[in-house]
């Protein structure tokens, strides 16, 4: 089958950092005109290519079981039809067709069509899965989504229950597999491997942040996400900031490896972990595990293990203004993680050609071959034929 492949290149390489995304599309994709995930996965990288050996298969000393349990409890109590259209293989490319948008319909059993009883084994799977924090955090979000239906007058892409659930694989203490939530800002991708945990990408969002009236009036998301970047921001030197800002203006939407996103070649850019002191070094891994925190807290300690590895080699970048009332973007890049911050241009109720405060999408992923845990997949195989 011949396949025509596109080549995007984004502009300010000396700014922004050379960004290149190759894809494919095919008819049928489930995203319409954008990109499919028919390319081999390759993941993140930066112009030098994939770093090697930056993940290993070991054990971490943090059960999974209480995930595996909720994960088995819920499917079993889907209808063997749901069952069928809501598990994939492990290795499916389902993983990479996550998106922000709705077209056409999601794959999976959506909470619009699950019972009481269900949603409550599907948020009992999150709450096993995610902390405290991260758990209220997603409700929020897809209270928020029940928000923005209200502001446009219900329109069919938004809604608190327009989300879907994918498992793939069959929960195992020994057999990688993992689940997906999948909807309109939010996305978390769960990989599973023994007592190893891979979350990436995760992709959250909201449109407004804050409900203001409705039936979900007073809840408010991704404040400490916008305030701490910008108290990290500004604990840097003038000196230190004019390596760190990229651009002072910011006029658009600036967020790189969101959906489809997931082989772009994205070099280093701002200002590099080395050069901070030990007081700004501890407010950029707090900052980092704002975003880390929202897994299981012992997982999150271990990837915050992994963050800390590679911090002297982790660069900050900045778009935007500095004041109580800019908007902005911020970028968090090291060989194993990769977090965007971004106020992006608003589009419901209503669009703006300027970001606005009230319009937010974050991402988080594992560069170097392991978002899905594609990298521990690998290995996995190489040792266990398949």
């Known amino acids: 089958m011949l396949r025509k492949i596109g080549w995007i290149t984004f502009p300010l390489v000396a700014v922004l950092g050379t960004c290149v995304v190759v894809y494919s599309q ?22 030098e290519g994939i770093r090697p050996e930056l993940f290993s298969i070991k054990s971490t000393g943090v059960s ?7 994960a088995k409890a819920f499917l079993a109590g889907l209808s063997e039809e749901q069952r069928q259209r809501t598990v994939f293989p492990v290795d499916d490319s389902e993983w990479r067709q996550w998106d922000n948008r709705h077209r056409p319909k999601r794959q999976g059993v ?20 995610l902390s405290a924090k991260g758990l209220k955090k997603t409700q929020d979000m897809m209270k928020l989504n029940g928000t923005l239906a209200e502001l446009a007058n219900n329109f069919d892409e938004y809604g608190e229950w327009l989300y879907w659930i994918t498992v793939m694989g069959e929960p195992s203490d020994t057999e990688p597999w993992g689940w997906q939530l999948d909807g309109h800002h939010v996305v978390v991708n769960y990989f599973v491997l023994g007592d190893q945990v891979v979350m990436s990408p ?9 409900a203001k009236a409705g039936k979900f009036k007073g809840t408010i998301v991704m404040q400490d996400e ?7 921001m500004l604990s840097l030197t003038d000196d230190q900031r004019s390596k760190a800002i990229l651009m002072k203006d910011k006029n658009g939407n600036n967020n790189l490896t969101e959906a489809y996103k997931d082989n772009i070649v994205l070099d280093y850019a701002g200002i590099i972990g080395a050069e901070l002191s030990d007081e700004q070094k501890s407010g950029l891994l707090s900052l980092i595990e704002e975003y880390v925190g929202n897994m299981r807290d012992e997982h999150a300690e271990i990837r915050m293990s992994e963050v800390k590895e590679h911090l002297d080699e982790t660069y900050f970048a900045w778009i935007g203004g500095t004041t109580d009332d800019s908007v902005y973007y911020y970028r968090i890049h090291s060989p194993v993680v990769l977090i965007e911050f971004d106020h992006q241009r608003r589009v419901a109720p209503f669009r703006t050609a300027e970001p606005t405060r009230d319009h937010i ?11 899905y845990g594609k990298d521990l997949l690998r290995q996995h195989y190489h040792t266990h034929p398949h």
Do not use: C, K, W, Y
């Open 361 to 371: 999408h974050t991402v988080i992923r594992t560069p170097n071959g392991n978002d």
């Open 110 to 129: 959506g909470f619009d069509e699950m019972s009481a009883e269900q949603r409550t084994l599907a948020f009992e799977l999150f709450g096993e899965s």
């Open 26 to 47: 095919r008819p049928g994709a489930r995203s319409g005109n954008n990109p499919t995930t028919d390319d081999p996965f390759v993941g993140i990288t930066t112009s």
């Open 64 to 70: 999974t079981e209480p995930v595996r349990d909720a």
């Open 202 to 210: 995760v992709f959250m969002g909201a449109e407004p942040v804050e």
């Open 226 to 232: 916008q305030n701490e970047g910008l108290a990290f």
